[in-house]
């Protein structure tokens, strides 16, 4: 009775998902965004269905090359959402392959799509330098869009790739760049740079990126000054590394002239 029943919850799905598939194709923009966030949650109730999985992924990235940015978007959430399903997933290499495709599009925010969905599927870019080099160009780019959906691709790739941590660190001016123009809020940059510590190698460079920061934002006010200090405790912790120029830092902080809100976090940190 259980293989009865399993056999028809299965059917069921395969059924299911046909007709989301139907509504992808129809001309109402509701209805193809109502299909996507019921198949995300189909393949939740089917979490097992390894085939099921895959072919909804693939289906998804076909439509993923040949529609509108507003659709794009749902899909980058079906994936987001399925990280954790798409790992059981038959052809990875294949959905990165018809998505990747957007990369070279002349519209800023399908690349921008793109890029965020690429993130998603982190776990299976680790060795695809071709990628890496291509979301690191991103970068470079005067759309703070682009720019914000790069750092997150690279929170999402760095701590699985050694590889692609160390082509952004030999480029590290980078973010001295992106700082001074503002082209992105700067905790992006620096949720971008812990991202990159998560390798306990990382730690020492990625200490004096946040001391140079320190030291050239002496103008940009308290709050500026307490998330870089945040960032500098945060990958220090845990390591015997940087934990005592991050001490004296924070007791220098702690005194003189200092903004208040300044030397009370550096006071909290040193004495917590």
């Not at 599927?121 to 990628?131: Q, S, V, W």
Request: glycine share 2%; proline share 2%.
């Amino acid at each position: 009775r259980f293989d009865v029943n399993m056999s028809r919850k299965s059917e069921s799905a395969w059924s299911q998902l046909a007709l989301h598939e139907k509504m992808l194709r129809s001309e109402s923009i509701s209805k193809q965004c109502a299909s996507l966030v019921s198949m995300t949650r189909l393949i939740q109730d089917n979490p097992q269905d390894s085939l099921l999985i895959n072919t909804a992924a693939l289906k998804l990235a076909d439509l993923f090359k040949n529609t509108t940015n507003n659709l794009r978007v749902f899909i980058y959430k079906f994936y987001r959402d399925l990280k954790s399903e798409m790992a059981i997933a038959l052809n990875q290499n294949e959905m990165i392959l018809r998505i990747e495709g957007l990369l070279n599009s002349n519209d800023v925010i399908a690349r921008s799509i793109t890029i965020q969905t690429l993130g998603t599927l982190a776990p299976y870019l680790a060795n695809r330098t071709d990628l890496h080099h291509k979301i690191f160009m991103a970068l470079r780019s005067t759309y703070p869009l682009e720019v914000e959906a790069a750092f997150s691709a690279v929170q999402s790739i760095a701590p699985l790739s050694s590889k692609f941590t160390q082509l952004i660190l030999n480029e590290k001016q980078i973010f001295f760049d992106v700082e001074e123009s503002r082209l992105v809020e700067s905790s992006s940059t620096l949720k971008t740079l812990t991202s990159l510590a998560s390798n306990p190698s990382n730690v020492t460079i990625v200490f004096e990126i946040a001391l140079t920061f320190l030291d050239r934002g002496q103008d940009r006010g308290e709050n500026y000054l307490v998330e870089v200090l945040s960032m500098i405790c945060q990958i220090s912790e845990g390591t015997s590394v940087v934990i005592h120029q991050a001490k004296d830092i924070l007791l220098w902080f702690s005194r003189g002239d200092h903004p208040e809100r300044v030397r009370c976090f550096s006071i909290n940190q040193l004495t917590n």
